[in-house]
């Protein structure tokens, strides 16, 4: 049984490009008087009309074999380019198919490579923050020893103004001494 659209080797062999005219089943034709008794009287003239409405038959019939061969003809040459468009359709799923795969795992590669990436950004992140912390209290220590520093110097300033201070009236105090002393 053909499947599929496929002509079975029968149909192949018998439609092969002639077609025998002959070969037909006639069940209402009387024609080449095979076994015809033609002593009866009058039978000999209908047997030669017989004949001849056969020969007008098969002259008539002989139009429709030839479309019918071209039909067939037709046929087998759709039917090959409908097998040539499957095949090619059928490589070019084949070949997509194949893309899928590839592609499939290159997108696979890459969503790996993407959550690698967003761990280290997300890391990076924390450790921003992190360092700015550690920025934001070292500059709160920077400027409590920058005023812390500033204090002490107006301290020693004073201090040392003090001493010079004390310095100079012990130095007055000396020479006043000695002079009251030299008096």
């Keep these: 049984a053909a499947t599929n659209g496929e002509a079975s080797d029968e149909f192949n062999e018998s439609s092969s490009g002639t077609f025998d005219a002959k070969s037909l089943n006639r069940s209402n034709s009387k024609s080449l008087g095979s076994g015809r008794d033609t002593s009866r009287k009058g039978r000999e003239s209908s047997d030669k009309k017989s004949e001849k409405e056969a020969a007008k038959e098969e002259k008539g019939h002989m139009p ?33 198919m194949s893309s899928e795969r590839s592609l499939k795992s290159e997108i696979s590669s890459l969503l790996v490579e993407k959550s690698g990436l967003e761990a280290r950004i997300n890391n990076l992140i924390s450790t921003k923050a992190v360092e700015k912390q550690t920025l934001t209290s070292l500059e709160k220590k920077l400027a409590e020893e920058k005023k812390q520093r500033s204090d002490f110097q107006l301290k020693l300033e004073t201090e040392r103004k003090s001493k010079k201070e004390a310095n100079a009236e012990r130095n007055l105090a000396q020479a006043q001494q000695s002079a009251n002393c030299a008096t």
């Design 64 to 96: 429709l074999m030839i479309k019918l061969e071209s039909d067939v003809k037709r046929l087998k040459c759709d039917l090959q380019l409908s097998r040539n468009r499957e095949n090619e359709l059928r490589d070019q799923i084949v070949c997509y």
